[in-house]
């Protein structure tokens, strides 16, 4: 098995790049932008809730969901409609 040597400038061209990812990932993330279509997993990640309340919500018709072949499908665009529907304002 050849062996290679990895440079000072190796690194420094490594961590360049990655640190380019990084900054990549979290723009895309700052600037709200969703799939169009989330699975139950990534829906309960971004609205921090269980299983069992995401269940609820598709029961009893909050959120409308799509089923394709057992996995089960929610619109981007519907969440941010059901988030901005049931906002909270309190005047004090």
Excluded: W
């Excluded at 723009?27 to 997993?41: I, R």
């Amino acid at each position: 098995m050849p062996t290679s040597i990895i440079t000072t400038d190796d690194l420094r061209d490594f961590k360049m790049e990655l640190l380019d990812d990084i900054k990549k990932l979290l723009t895309n993330q700052t600037s709200g932008k969703l799939k169009k279509y989330l699975k139950s997993s990534e829906v309960m990640a971004l609205l921090q809730i269980s299983p069992g309340t995401l269940q609820n919500l598709r029961i009893n018709g909050t959120l409308p969901y799509t089923k394709v072949g057992g996995i089960i499908f929610y619109d981007s665009d519907e969440i941010q409609k059901v988030m901005i529907e049931n906002r909270v304002h309190n005047n004090f």
